[in-house]
């Protein structure tokens, strides 16, 4: 997952397996296992842009349809949050 997420852009299995060191087997079963078990990448899902390429998206019911459109607005719409109140968000 870490890989696909770090990646510039969708990526084959055999390039995937090539960037990781991995044997094609190892990659298509972290794949397989990926797509069939999406609670095991939440917030996560693995998708296929293309028949022969993946990478992750965020799920899409993670976030109301209202949130979704918020945050596909150009960066000057939306109000700053400054680091002391996203800390505080996250319970610090």
Do not use: K, Y
């Not at 870490?2 to 084959?12: N, S």
Request: charged share 20%; net charge positive.
């Amino acid at each position: 997952m870490a890989a696909l997420v770090h990646a510039a852009a969708p990526l084959t299995a055999a390039a995937l397996a090539a960037a990781l060191g991995w044997p094609g087997d190892r990659v298509a079963q972290a794949l397989h296992d990926a797509a069939r078990r999406p609670d095991l990448t939440d917030p996560i899902v693995l998708h296929h842009p293309t028949a022969t390429t993946c990478t992750f998206r965020p799920r899409p019911e993670r976030l109301t349809t209202a949130q979704r459109r918020a945050l596909e607005r150009p960066a000057g719409h939306h109000a700053a949050v400054t680091p002391p109140r996203w800390r505080a968000h996250r319970g610090r």
